[in-house]
């Protein structure tokens, strides 16, 4: 079974469209994340959440949103794509706390047009 | 703010060669560390972890050592093989997860038979 799934695994699109990548995680961990990996391959934390909390990198910009609609899904949705959000998007989850080990879904490559 | 830096590469070895891949971290904390490895097309799994001043994380012939005084968690492997062609990061946790995992910018490891 896989643990942390997203869909889809690629996503081609226009600019100014609005679009959604799905996760879930069948791991019954707490918390779960939203990261995005730029063509030089560099990974940045966009959102953690969980049931309590959403913890959001202030560099991302608005129009980007998670949705939560139970512990085991975290969706993100994109309104009004430009350019320069083409990256792989890669969820994650973890069962939070100190040591924080992530297990990471296979990522969704975004290519906006 | 937390950060973390590792050796560019791409790195390019000969199978059973020695391999060093240097990480150093800035953090305001006592963090966990991480080493997680991405083969291409696919997303990230954790390598090894270590989560206090000289724990040794181990896994698959590769090694890293939690070094508070000099801030480092370098990774090491004795003889590398092909199928060890792949990305490494070094990433860090602190305040509990809450704010997701920083990651150095990753080394690209080739390695040639």
């Known amino acids: 079974d896989t643990a942390v799934s997203q869909t889809p695994k690629y996503l081609v699109t226009q600019m100014g469209n609005d679009k959604s990548i799905k996760c879930e995680q069948n791991?019954?961990?707490?918390?779960m994340y939203w990261y995005k990996q730029d063509s030089k391959k560099f990974l940045k934390i966009m959102f953690s959440?969980?049931?309590?909390?959403?913890?959001i990198n202030e560099t991302v910009p608005n129009r980007f949103s998670p949705k939560s609609p139970d512990k085991a899904h975290l969706n993100l949705h994109i309104n009004s794509l430009e350019l320069g959000d083409s990256a792989v998007y890669f969820c994650?989850?973890?069962?939070?706390?100190?040591?924080?080990?992530?297990?990471f879904g296979p990522g969704t490559r975004l290519t906006v047009l | 703010g937390n950060s973390v830096t590792q050796m560019e590469g791409p790195v390019t070895l000969s199978e059973e060669a020695f391999l060093t891949i240097n990480c150093t971290y800035t953090?305001?904390?006592?963090?966990?560390l991480f080493w997680y490895v991405q083969y291409p097309g696919e997303g990230l799994q954790l390598l090894l972890k270590?989560?206090?001043?000289?724990d040794k994380g181990s896994n698959k012939g590769f090694e890293a050592t939690y070094r508070k005084e000099t801030t480092s968690f370098h990774l090491e492997k004795g003889s590398v093989q092909v199928s060890d062609s792949a990305v490494y990061f070094c990433?860090?946790?602190?305040?509990?997860?809450?704010?997701?995992?920083?990651f150095g910018k990753g080394t690209h490891l080739i390695i040639q038979p």
């Open positions: 994650a989850s973890s069962r939070g706390g100190l040591y924080n080990e992530q297990f």
């Open positions: 791991l019954g961990h707490d918390t």
């Open positions: 959440y969980n049931n309590k909390e959403l913890i």
């Open positions: 270590a989560t206090k001043a000289d």
């Open positions: 953090a305001t904390g006592y963090p966990s």
């Open positions: 990433a860090l946790s602190d305040l509990g997860g809450a704010d997701g995992l920083t």
